[in-house]
């Protein structure tokens, strides 16, 4: 900054403070002065309220619901249970016993043969 401006924005600057002083009349002191302070700050965080609770609630019914679901999947079932693994599933269907199968793969193509 130059010093020859400085003092220009100085006055400037005070009569921007006075100006706001002006607009801004600071309100009586009383005896209610913080209570009602503290109900208007109140009356506008009503929703702010509201709504942290209602996500709480959310936040509550889904671990509720994972807990439910684990709970489930982890105790044994009594009835209607698989006892084989899917590998073992597919290893008992695979027959190969199976006169379709042994015909395809053991045809043999000679030369003279045509598809």
Known sequence: ???ENLGKQEERLNALFRAYGEA?????PSANF??????????RQTFSF???????????????ATL??????????ASGTYTSTY????AASHNTDNPDLMETAGY??????EI
């Open 87 to 90: 590998v073992e599933v597919l």
């Open 1 to 3: 900054m130059f010093p």
């Open 50 to 64: 509201f709504f942290g609770r209602v996500a709480r609630g959310f936040v509550t019914a889904a671990v509720a």
């Open 34 to 43: 913080i209570p009602q302070l503290w109900q208007r700050i109140e009356s």
């Open 108 to 113: 043999d193509l000679t030369a003279g043969d």
């Open 68 to 77: 439910a679901m684990a709970f489930y999947l982890t105790v044994p079932r």
């Open 24 to 28: 801004c009349v600071a309100p009586e």
